[in-house]
Structure formats: C-alpha cells, structure tokens
C-alpha cells in the first residue's frame, strides 16, 4: 500500500507533493507551478530531462530549483555551469561554508582540519572535483616500491581482506621499517583450508609478519584457526566506524606519501573506483562503485593501520642473551618446512 504524501492549503487551494526520485515515473501528470530537485546531483538525470523539463515548458509561468552538493563534474555540474552564462531562464548560486554564516571561523578550522581534501572541497566549498566522490589522489604518484624479500633484521604486516568465490582474497604485506609495500597477491575461488596455509607462509616467510585480517562474517573463524597455530593475527571487525577510520587513514598516507605502494595496474583500477556516498543522515559510507571490486583497497587499508612512524630496529650485536634466544625459538618454532605438517594434524 503507498501512502501519498501531499500538503493541501486550504484557503488558496494549493497543494504540495513529495516524490521519491527513485521512481521518477511516478512525476508524470500532475501540471506543477513549482518544483525543487533537492539532492539533485545524486538523481538520475532523466528526472530533469525526460519529466519536469517537459512539464516545465508547457508551463511558462513555471518555476524550478536546483539544490545540490557538488559530487563530481556530473549532470549537475553541467546545469550549473549554465547559469553561470548570461542566459535570461538560468541562474546559479554558490553558498561555501564561509558564505552561509552557519559556522564561526573555530568551527571552520575545525572542518577543515579533519576532513578529507575532496570532501572538503565538495561539501564545504562546494568545488566540482574531478571523479565523482573520489577519495584517494596522488596513489600513481605513492607507486613507486619494489618486490622485495623479507630482510633479517626487518618487521613486516600484511593486510588480508578474505573473499572465496565472488569477490577476491586480497594480500599486500609492507615493511615497518619504511612503510614501503613489498608484496601483493590476489586470487579467488580457493577453498578455505588451502587459503589459511597460503595466509600463514606469506606471514611467516615475511618473518612472521603481524597478519590484519578481515574478521567480520566468515573471517572470524579463519583468525581463530590461523592463531591456533600460532600466526599473528590481528582481527578486525568492520562497522561503518572502523571502515570510515581506516580508509580516512589509508588516503592520508597515500597523499602524505607515508605510505609507498606497488605499481601494479589492478590496484591503481581498484583506488580510482573507490567513491563514497553521503547517506540521508549524513554518514559517509564508503566502497567500489558499481561492477568494481574494492578486495585490494581494503588489504591496504588493513595493512596501513598498523604502519606509524619509521621504525628502529636494534643491531643483532647489541641484543641480549634472552633476546637471542627468544628469536632462536620463535625461528625454530615456525621453520616453514614444518607448516604444512602442523597444519595437517590440527583437528578438524
């Protein structure tokens, strides 16, 4: 059963209508002398073009506004950039956060200072930047690592996002020593037990490198099991929250070239597909438009989260007796020639 939303004004006999632009047809009949597209950057564009443009003209005493968040150079920047132009049916206006009154200067500075540079500039100042809700800038610019092979005297962490058929299982190992990553793989279609020995020879290969894992839905039990068996692992959770922080944390680096990637061609496809969308509330959520995959992102979000400053690491010479032998038995506990046979006797 729908319930139509509609403001009668008794004394002058008008009406106000609500429609959801999700259902655009449902437009079709009524002769407005008003309309307002609010959000109209994130609306189909044949709202305008295919049913209140038309109505429109058949009305000449008829008016339309346009209220929008700039969200990319889209449909709406277009008709924005019209009213820019000396045209007797158009007007545009610009209100910034410095325009509105709404904010004092604390609270600007504020904004400002924790947010995102294309958030700032689309939902403050009201830019049309270039990619539609991108988020990270500069990534071609971050690429410029190399594979390397784990170093003695190094400590690694690596950033695994699980997926077994649909979607992809995502690994990208860093060095805390200068945050540069040294390794990626992705693969899908591999049957979990397979995938939890592949997990652990990559963390122990890169010297039992701290493993970040994806721990929500089917990740939870694969933690166990890896930590069963004594990998390091850090799981993770995903809430709106933690993902929020951790891609926040992923762009900083990546802009602030903190972090140094891999150039590999897959990751660059899957960093300029990563947008995000502003939901009715105002949260901002995040993930891969639609058709992409996002598995490689969130590998590195992971991973990042656990990279800070570069590390220091104390000379083999200066370590002390205790210090030596700890290592000694952490090295034989996990020679990677007995993995596999570990991993075979644990119960099922």
């Not at 009213?83 to 904010?103: H, Q």
């Not at 799981?235 to 992923?250: A, D, G, H, S």
Request: a negative charge.
């Amino acid at each position: 059963m729908e319930t139509e939303l509609r403001v009668d004004f008794l004394h002058s006999h008008g009406q106000i209508y609500i429609y959801g632009s999700d259902r655009p047809e449902l437009m079709r009949g009524p002769n407005p002398q008003g309309v307002i597209l609010d959000e109209f950057s994130y609306q189909k564009r044949e709202v305008w073009d295919s049913i209140v443009q038309p109505i429109m003209r058949a009305n000449p005493s008829a008016w339309c506004w346009f209220l929008f968040t700039p969200c990319g150079r889209n449909h709406a920047a277009d008709l924005y950039n019209y009213g820019l132009e000396d045209n007797k049916e158009w007007k545009s206006w610009k209100a910034t956060i410095y325009d509105t009154g709404i904010f004092n200067d604390e609270q600007i500075k504020e904004a400002q200072h924790t947010s995102l540079e294309p958030t700032w500039k689309s939902e403050y100042l009201c830019e049309f930047i270039e990619g539609e809700g991108a988020i990270f800038k500069g990534v071609r610019e971050a690429a410029t690592s190399r594979p390397e092979p784990p170093k003695p005297d190094h400590m690694y962490v690596m950033g695994v996002d699980l997926a077994k058929v649909t979607d992809y299982t995502a690994i990208a190992v860093y060095d805390r020593a200068n945050n540069h990553q040294v390794y990626q793989d992705r693969y899908n279609k591999l049957d979990w037990p397979f995938q939890k020995v592949k997990i652990a020879k990559i963390s122990r290969h890169y010297n039992n490198a701290l493993c970040v894992i994806d721990a929500t839905g089917v990740g939870d039990p694969i933690a166990d099991d890896l930590i069963r068996i004594g990998i390091p692992v850090m799981p993770v959770k995903f809430t709106e929250q933690t993902k929020k922080e951790l891609i926040e944390k992923l762009s900083l680096y990546i802009q602030q070239r903190s972090a140094i990637l891999l150039p590999i061609d897959q990751t660059f496809l899957e960093f300029d597909n990563f947008s995000y969308e502003i939901g009715p509330k105002g949260k901002i959520r995040y993930g891969a438009r639609q058709g992409y995959h996002d598995d490689i992102v969130i590998a590195h979000a992971l991973a990042i989260s656990e990279l800070h400053e570069i590390s220091r690491v104390t000379p083999q010479e200066d370590q002390t007796i205790i210090r030596q032998e700890y290592i000694r038995q952490v090295n034989q506990r996990f020679d990677p020639t007995t993995l596999e046979a570990e991993w075979d006797n644990q119960p099922e």
